[in-house]
T-cell receptor, first 113, second 112 residues
Framework: GQQLNQSPQSMFIQEGEDVSMNCTSSSIFNTWLWYKQDPGEGPVLLIALYKAGELTSNGRLTAQFGITRKDSFLNISASIPSDVGIYFCAGQLKGTNAGKSTFGDGTTLTVKP | KAGVTQTPRYLIKTRGQQVTLSCSPISGHRSVSWYQQTPGQGLQFLFEYFSETQRNKGNFPGRFSGRQFSNSRSEMNVSTLELGDSALYLC???????????FGPGTRLLVL
């Protein structure tokens, strides 16, 4: 089945630093999604990418859909303490498979004030 | 618009029992997907319902089942609970054709 490799597994950074994480897949996806999950809560959608090569920003977050459709990255600029959490990438196919996401294992981000 | 809601938020059961979890999607969303999240296995897809029909299914045993009602609300049932079923169960809703899924807060199930 499809698998996503998300890296790094964890990051410890100083407040104000930039962060970069990525996901790669052995197969093609039509959509890449990035979520953030806080303890005890469900994942919250940060950015959705629908086209190969697409670069999308949401405040201090920027994500890109790789040209090969097999990878995506997420950057966070000027990190702040509330950025702490687990970040997941997810890939989806189209049409009748749109309701089935494949998730990476997550990147745990710790921000030191 | 109200988000995805799940009930109950927390549940404790014993081995061999069965459990039913409920999910109410965002208004207008016809697709509801269920996921199991554990520290060891991460987020694993269980199944997806669209317009009361199971449209996609993950690799879980038949003890895990679900259904969707005409108002798009969905229930998930786990029979003959095992210790390994302890997890956070998440549901997500979408329009069904656009790919963006929105998650509820989850139901944390503990099996003793």
């Amino acid at each position: 089945g499809q698998q996503l490799n998300q890296s790094p597994q964890s990051m410890f950074i100083q407040e104000g630093e930039d962060v970069s994480m990525n996901c790669t897949s052995s197969s093609i996806f039509n959509t890449w999604l990035w979520y953030k999950q806080d303890p005890g809560e469900g994942p919250v959608l940060l950015i959705a990418l629908y086209k190969a090569g697409e670069l999308t920003s949401n405040g201090r977050l920027t994500a890109q859909f790789g040209i090969t459709r097999k990878d995506s990255f997420l950057n966070i600029s000027a990190s702040i303490p509330s950025d702490v959490g687990i970040y997941f990438c997810a890939g989806q196919l189209k049409g009748t498979n749109a309701g089935k996401s494949t998730f990476g294992d997550g990147t745990t981000l710790t921000v030191k004030p | 618009k109200a988000g995805v809601t799940q009930t109950p938020r927390y549940l404790i059961k014993t081995r061999g029992q069965q459990v039913t979890l409920s999910c109410s999607p965002i208004s207008g969303h016809r697709s509801v997907s269920w996921y199991q999240q554990t520290p060891g296995q991460g987020l694993q897809f269980l199944f997806e319902y669209f317009s009361e029909t199971q449209r996609n299914k993950g690799n879980f045993p038949g003890r895990f089942s679900g259904r969707q009602f005409s108002n798009s609300r969905s229930e998930m049932n786990v029979s003959t609970l095992e210790l390994g079923d302890s997890a956070l169960y998440l549901c997500a809703s979408s329009t069904g054709w656009q790919e963006t899924q929105y998650f509820g807060p989850g139901t944390r199930l503990l099996v003793l």
